[in-house]
């Protein structure tokens, strides 16, 4: 079975400051996927990322940086100089290739970001 | 141009009801999903089509029946509605069922079972 926790539920943080939102999964699958979503208040479903077991390498897109590693089974999303527009739910998602179920994207519960001025 | 989009976006409706809701996506793809997302943001699938098969069926009550008339479209009836189905429902879509690609998401439909 997969699983993905997520054990911040909600985090506050001043404009400007650094966050980490911290992802943690489990699987059996050898090649698996990796996702981060992000939830405005508007409610619509944003991709910000995906990463595949085999790629260990931190990526950087802008303020937002991820770090994988796979021997502690984490991906975690850091936004460097938050902003107000950052305020969001922001979920973690888990996808193995094996096919049938296997194939959904499980998701963390979710970490609430607010960024306040 | 939308890529996924959902029809109605808001639902509110009386116990016992059936009611419908309708997704349909112009990226392509060939598979989509039916996702629930409760009142305390949880996200969870219900259903997976791919190329209008069948694939993934969580464990949904019957009341809920997808339907996939073609690859483009997947829509939900949901029969007898509960309280309990108050949520939000995403529509999704990806390239392919087997492909890492990413999904991508309707704007919801928020469903108020009164």
């Known amino acids: 079975a997969q699983k993905v926790t997520q054990a911040q539920t909600e985090i506050s943080v001043v404009e400007k400051e650094d966050v980490t939102l911290d992802c943690v999964y489990e699987t059996r699958d050898t090649t698996y996927y990796l996702f981060w979503y992000k939830q405005p208040p508007s409610g619509e479903l944003v991709f910000l990322i995906r990463?595949?077991?085999?790629?260990?390498q931190n990526e950087i897109s802008g303020r937002y940086s991820w770090n994988f590693q796979k021997s502690t089974s984490s991906f975690n999303f850091t936004i460097t100089a938050s902003q107000v527009v950052d305020s969001a739910v922001y979920f973690c998602a888990l996808r193995g290739v094996s096919g049938g179920s296997n194939y959904k994207l499980t998701f963390g519960k979710g970490t609430l970001l607010t960024v306040n001025p | 141009d939308t890529a996924v989009s959902q029809t109605p976006k808001y639902l509110v409706t009386q116990m016992g009801n059936d009611k419908s809701i309708k997704c349909e996506q112009n990226l392509g793809h060939d598979t989509m999903y039916w996702y629930k997302q409760d009142s305390k943001k949880f996200l969870k699938i219900m259903f997976s089509?791919?190329?209008?098969?069948?694939?993934i069926n969580e464990t949904v009550p019957n009341r809920f029946s997808p339907k996939s008339p073609d690859k483009a479209h997947l829509n939900l009836h949901i029969n007898s509605l509960e309280l309990g189905d108050s949520a939000v429902y995403f529509c999704a879509s990806s390239a392919t069922a087997g492909s890492p690609n990413e999904q991508f998401f309707g704007p919801g439909t928020r469903l108020t079972v009164l």
């Open positions: 089509y791919n190329n209008k098969e069948l694939i």
């Open positions: 990463r595949n077991s085999f790629d260990e």
